[in-house]
């Protein structure tokens, strides 16, 4: 997920009052190829093998796990339709 993706997130589990959270960037590979960027002088272009990621990470109480997977899986899949 990406940086934009966690403050989305961020908002949806603020509105059902889940007010911490912890993200942080990784780099992994996966199904989505990382983007090209262009390297020596903008004459070559490049493929990074590993792309920044987010991991959210959340401590919470057992009667709030429906609500905030809810929250989460409704904020991101309204920014990913396609």
Known sequence: MGENEVSKISEGLRKI????????????????????IHASLGTEIYTPE?????????VLPDTKFILSKRAISSEYHLHHER
Request: aromatic share 10%; no cysteine; hydrophobic share 40%.
């Open 50 to 58: 590993f792309s920044d990621k987010y991991v959210v990470l959340l």
């Open 17 to 36: 009052g889940i007010g911490g959270i912890t993200a942080f960037k990784a780099k992994g590979r996966g199904k989505t190829v990382p983007e090209s």
